[in-house]
């Protein structure tokens, strides 16, 4: 997840904590001396979803253009005139969710009144050449892009993308795991590079996403809203990772979280609707759109998933999957527990009916599975 670092730089003529005014006196004291708020920035004519901008205050949105003008420039100073420290703390942390190339912001130091109460500034902690980082990460996410085949409608774009960023990225922690470089040019991050990186291989293909934070079995973590053909759904490539999700089977991609909608997000993640840090939260601040439909969930979408059990229906199925040639990560999902457990104990117990057909018609197999008690999906592969 996002590690921020925030320190206080107290500026000498702006110290507040020993006046008699108000924050409002305050504020309007501060801004005698700064330039005029700039025109508004063209927020939505950049190449970016900007799900978070659109639900901040006009007074939040203002700090957030004054951020997008500083990041155009490749500036590590932003001046921000002088704003309320919560403002800002909202306003900024829309800006870094919206915008995955701003890869330099995990960090910054903070100018402002001694309470902590009005911000006038911040330099990002992370020094460098920031054009040409971008530059390199913008090149490799394109380069993505364009490797999606021509037909391809949005779904598979966007499974493309899933798919591309579990085969070519390494689940673990290293120097840039918070952003986007992670993936794209060390090939090795955590759920937040991966969060990151969806989003940004989204924005490049117009594809609305959003990167959502909050935990995941009761631990931090990161994953993606998109919307596809107007239906809103959740991605979470990091619990696609086999890696991640410490399975044995290395080579295989776990599809249980490639459009999922809330019924089964839900069961496992928690969204955070809050801005800011522990030690100062604002809560109630983002909000979400239901995810309802079930039509993009992967198992439903390809025909594999079952609302009750019937011994011969899934035999046949099962048949038909191999005669076609698939002998590996036969992955279904049930809608209930008893047919899920049903399917499980036919398939898996010695004496199962399923088991025991499937040994007489290839001779001799060996049935390797893992199974999700949670989305009740069974996954089989067949040695023989």
């Excluded at 380069?143 to 993308?161: F, G, L, N, Q």
């Excluded at 070519?168 to 969060?195: I, K, M, P, W």
């Excluded at 197999?365 to 592969?381: A, G, K, N, P």
Aim: glycine residues 6%.
């Amino acid at each position: 997840m996002q590690r921020r670092t925030v320190t206080a730089i107290l500026c000498t003529a702006l110290l507040c904590s020993g006046c008699t005014f108000g924050f409002d006196d305050a504020l309007k004291q501060v801004q005698q001396a700064v330039s005029p708020t700039p025109s508004p920035y063209p927020v939505h004519e950049k190449e970016t979803s900007t799900f978070y901008y659109d639900q901040l205050s006009e007074a939040q949105k203002n700090i957030y253009e004054t951020l997008m003008r500083a990041k155009d420039s490749y500036a590590g100073h932003v001046d921000l005139g002088a704003v309320k420290a919560d403002d800002f703390t909202v306003a900024y942390q829309a800006f870094t969710l919206d915008n995955p190339l701003v890869f330099y912001g995990q960090t910054y130091t903070w100018t402002g009144c001694s309470d902590g109460d009005t911000i006038t500034a911040i330099d990002y902690s992370e020094g460098g050449d920031y054009r040409s980082q971008e530059a390199e990460i913008r090149n490799a996410a394109q380069a993505v892009v364009d490797s999606v085949p021509v037909e391809s409608d949005t779904y598979s774009r966007v499974k493309y993308y899933y798919e591309w960023i579990i085969e070519n990225t390494v689940y673990g922690s290293e120097e840039h795991d918070q952003d986007v470089r992670s993936v794209f040019l060390d090939h090795q991050s955590v759920c937040s590079g991966y969060a990151r990186a969806f989003k940004l291989l989204c924005d490049l293909s117009g594809i609305p996403c959003a990167v959502v934070e909050g935990t995941a079995n009761h631990a931090a973590h990161a994953w993606d809203l998109v919307q596809i053909e107007g239906i809103y759904t959740w991605v979470d490539p990091t619990w696609g990772d086999p890696v991640y999700l410490n399975e044995t089977d290395v080579s295989h991609i776990n599809y249980n979280y490639l459009c999922v909608p809330d019924d089964l997000l839900l069961l496992t993640h928690t969204i955070t609707h809050s801005a800011g840090s522990n030690e100062n939260t604002i809560p109630d601040v983002f909000s979400y759109p239901a995810c309802s439909d079930w039509s993009l969930e992967y198992y439903v979408r390809n025909g594999c998933y079952f609302t009750s059990y019937d011994r011969l229906t899934l035999y046949n199925w099962f048949i038909a999957q191999i005669d076609a040639g698939r002998t590996a990560d036969i992955a279904f999902q049930y809608s209930d527990d008893a047919g899920y457990q049903a399917a499980a104990d036919d398939l898996f117990n010695t004496g199962g009916y399923m088991r025991t057909i499937l040994a007489a018609r290839y001779n001799s197999v060996t049935i390797h599975y893992e199974t999700d008690d949670t989305l009740r999906v069974i996954s089989v592969s067949l040695e023989g």
